[in-house]
């Protein structure tokens, strides 16, 4: 019932930037943590960044690979995330997938699900 859809990727050259968008829909009753990670060819999935509520208050957690270059962001709808890139290398082109943590009732246990992915492509 949960699905993620995720957009924004495509072709940008070195130093570029690019936004990606995620948004949640379905059966959702709180998310706890969203975030994004990528894979590489050839390469393990790994985490890029996090963000976590408590409350109002969110608390972000980045790549030491992307800190100061990307930034995680919550949308004003709560089931949407964000990823602005900026000075983009070539070795950030991945397939870069939307990952959220949510409870599905007020019963049910934290959950994580993952969207498709989008591809980012970072070459001239």
């Known amino acids: 019932q949960v699905q993620l859809v995720e957009s924004g990727g495509g072709l940008v050259q070195p130093g570029g930037s690019l936004t990606l968008s995620c948004a949640a829909s379905g059966s959702i009753f709180s998310i706890s943590a969203m975030g994004w990670h990528r894979q590489a060819p050839g390469s393990k999935r790994e985490l890029v960044a996090h963000?976590?509520?408590?409350?109002?208050?969110?608390?972000?957690n980045y790549a030491d690979s992307v800190k100061g270059r990307f930034t995680i962001s919550r949308g004003n709808a709560k089931n949407t995330v964000y990823l602005q890139m900026n000075s983009l290398k070539p070795e950030g082109t991945a397939v870069y997938y939307c990952?959220?943590?949510?409870?599905?009732?007020?019963?049910?246990?934290?959950?994580?699900?993952w969207g498709q992915g989008t591809q980012v492509t970072v070459s001239s």
């Open positions: 963000i976590t509520s408590d409350g109002n208050t969110n608390y972000t």
């Open positions: 990952n959220t943590v949510l409870k599905t009732s007020i019963l049910s246990k934290p959950w994580s699900y």
